[in-house]
């Protein structure tokens, strides 16, 4: 079975200061794992994926996103957040071993607030 | 760009009726899904269907059926819609990331 955990409901940050959304997994192979983002009443947006190779990740929006197999975290990063990031976000597992592999499963989502 | 269109943003129906949630995508993916979304539970995949008139069941599929007689088009039907159904649902299609429609919040009162 995968899942994942996003430990923060919410995560406010102060424009222009870093922001970091947290993200851990489980998985019985090795994970594929992405981020999306829903602005309100939108549906969810594809911002970066790690599949394989290097570590950190770039995506859009100038977003990126750290894989440590040793802590089977994915976290979400972004050097100077704007308020315009604010917006729900959601990480998510795929089981790369082949079975249910078409199934992506979701973390709950952390709303993230920049502060002006 | 990949387009995946839902028929209704917003939809309110009575407990009870047949409810038809259409999905349109334009890029001849084989794979389709519908999830709901809920404050707090995230998104749940009820259904998945990796090719034409194939179908997966997912996570919570009780109380909805799907149907995929073409491939650019995967609906969702809730038999005898009831409150409890009330949500926002939310179909994809994929090859590579999951690529996301807009979204039908549906109201059953």
């Known amino acids: ?116 | 760009d990949v387009k995946v269109t839902q028929s209704s943003r917003y939809l309110v129906k009575r407990t009870g009726e047949k409810v038809f949630l259409e999905c349109v995508q334009d890029m001849d993916h084989e794979n389709m899904f519908w999830y709901r979304q809920d404050p707090g539970l995230g998104l749940r995949l009820i259904y998945f269907s990796y090719d034409v008139k194939m179908k997966e069941k997912g996570d919570i599929p009780e109380g909805y059926s799907v149907s995929r007689e073409k491939k650019e088009r995967f609906s969702l039907i809730l038999e005898s819609a009831s409150t409890n159904q009330t949500s926002m649902y939310l179909c994809a299609s994929r090859r590579g990331e999951q690529y996301f429609g807009p979204g039908t919040r549906l109201t059953v009162t």
């Open chain 1, 1 to 116: 079975a995968q899942s994942v955990a996003q430990p923060e409901d919410q995560v406010k940050v102060a424009e222009g200061n870093p922001l970091t959304v947290k993200c851990t997994y489980s998985v019985s192979g090795n994970p594929y794992l992405f981020w999306y983002v829903q602005y309100p009443n939108r549906g969810l947006q594809f911002l970066l994926k790690y599949i394989t190779g290097d570590n950190l990740v770039k995506g859009s929006y100038g977003f990126e996103a750290e894989f440590n197999k040793s802590q089977t975290s994915f976290h979400l990063k972004k050097p100077s957040a704007l308020v315009s990031d604010s917006a729900l976000y959601f990480c998510a597992v795929r089981d790369d071993s082949g079975a249910g592999s078409y199934q992506l499963t979701f973390g709950k989502g952390t709303k993230l607030s920049v502060i002006p």
